[in-house]
């Protein structure tokens, strides 16, 4: 298994909510900041909303007002809740864990999620 365990991807009808997890594993130290990307089949790879161990967030334009990001820094799990999805919203949501350690910046990724949103 990877180093983060995503959950809580599945199939939505269009208006509706789920939340989606993603736990980092002990080894991962030193988390500045936790997200979830997003790929749509035939699509770059876009963020969706990162915060920090600090709590800062960001949304992507297409996301603010409907999803929300929070996370545990105790428990380095990040969460990811969808509410009012519209069917643009499928796609494969990526979990993201960028560590900062001596200097050095280190991504780790989630092996994905699928979020279908049906109308």
């Known amino acids: 298994q990877g180093q983060l365990v995503e959950s809580g991807g599945g199939l939505v009808q269009a208006g509706g909510s789920l939340k989606l997890s993603c736990a980092a594993s002990k080894s991962i130290f030193s988390i500045s900041a936790m997200g979830w990307y997003r790929q749509a089949p035939g699509k770059q790879r876009e963020l969706v909303a990162h915060?920090?161990?600090?709590?800062?967030?960001n949304y992507a334009d297409s996301v603010k007002g409907r999803f929300t990001i929070s996370r545990d820094n105790a428990k380095s799990t990040v969460y990811l809740q969808m509410n009012s999805v519209k069917p643009e919203d499928t796609a494969v949501y990526y979990c993201?864990?960028?560590?900062?350690?001596?200097?050095?910046?280190?991504?780790?990724w989630g092996q994905g999620t699928q979020v279908t949103v049906s109308s």
């Open positions: 993201n864990v960028r560590s900062s350690w001596v200097g050095h910046d280190y991504d780790y």
């Open positions: 915060i920090t161990s600090g709590g800062r967030t």
